[in-house]
């Protein structure tokens, strides 16, 4: 580990300082019905919901802080980081497509201290959202990987439905922030834990 110079000290911005400079910028530039739209496209937050624009006209700047401090808390799902190692120590090729900005997503693995995939695709990269299976074409087409023997894993109805557009095996893993997916569709591996699909690749591919 290496120690901070002076003039490294000097550059370093405090994380509340850095919250409030983005809101200011924000919420000088963007008219208060704009602001959670502006914030999708900064990859502050995913979808605009309905509300959003009236919290906004309250303090333009209080909504980006919070939206900011909402990002800064994405938790992981119990068993992700061991299926990240193990897909990680073997190299297999893999990839993140998410409705969120692809910046977003890779400041949420360096906070994580994850490794990154060889393939992030954001929203800012396709023209159409999951359930479009449009992202999930750009990242295996940035992979070079056909669709046989490819897993799509998520914890919602658009990552199943944007999966099964491709004909990919899909796992679907509960998550209290989802609604669950409807259960008449048997070809969906339904999971309680992400680390349960370890056991059905080493089952499946033979591997260790």
Known sequence: MSKLNSKEMDLIIPLDALRDRIAE?????????HVPAACVRLGIQTTVEEGDSDEAFRSK?????????ELERAELLPGVREVWGWLTARRVPAAIVSNNHSDAIRAIMNRLALPLPEVI?????VSLFKPDPEGLQLALSKLGLGTEGVWMVGDSIWDVEAGAALDLQ??????????????????IERLERIDALIAIWREQYSCE
């Open 25 to 33: 910028a924000v919420a000088g530039h963007v008219k208060a019905q």
């Open 170 to 187: 899909v796992a679907l893993v509960a998550s209290p922030w989802e609604e669950p997916a409807p259960s008449h569709d048997d070809s």
């Open 121 to 125: 695709v954001g929203r800012e990269q």
């Open 61 to 69: 700047r209080s909504y980006v802080k919070r939206r900011i401090v």
